[in-house]
């Protein structure tokens, strides 16, 4: 298992923008993939973006395609959601993700929680109109 600790969250006007920061410890070796997701309130937890930590593979959420930028430091074991024109639809609470199987996943996989075994504690992260 891995440890994933967000941050950067915060209250921010509509059209700003914002960075979270996850950061991996532990069981990183085991991990292909790492993700974000978001749970808006009083919904369900769905799927942002997600950024292979070996090649440029990345994968958004049509709802944030243009708008937000996953991106990865390897040596320091973190990955980055930038956003920008941010709208308050945005506003949820933004979780990471890791995989543990080490196995290669379809877009299709890679957007399903399930897919994904361990997660952090999340970020709330809130846009007002």
């Known amino acids: 298992q891995m440890q994933l600790v967000e941050s950067g969250g915060r209250l921010v006007q509509a059209g700003g923008s914002l960075r979270l920061s996850c950061a991996a410890s532990?069981?990183?070796?085991?991990?292909?993939?790492m993700g974000w997701f978001r749970q808006p309130p009083g919904k369900e937890r769905e799927f942002v973006a997600v950024?292979?930590?070996?090649?440029?593979?990345?994968l958004y959420a049509d709802s944030v395609k243009g708008r937000f930028t996953i991106s990865k430091d390897n040596a320091k074991n973190a990955v980055y959601l930038q956003m920008n024109s941010l709208k308050p639809e945005d506003t949820a609470v933004y979780y990471c993700?890791?995989?543990?199987?080490?196995?290669?996943?379809?877009?299709?996989?890679?957007?399903?929680?399930?897919?994904?075994?361990?997660w952090g504690q999340g970020t709330q992260v809130t846009v007002s109109s």
């Open positions: 993700a890791a995989d543990g199987d080490g196995i290669v996943y379809s877009d299709y996989k890679l957007r399903l929680r399930s897919t994904y075994s361990s």
């Open positions: 532990g069981r990183t070796s085991s991990s292909r993939y």
């Open positions: 950024i292979a930590w070996s090649g440029n593979r990345t």
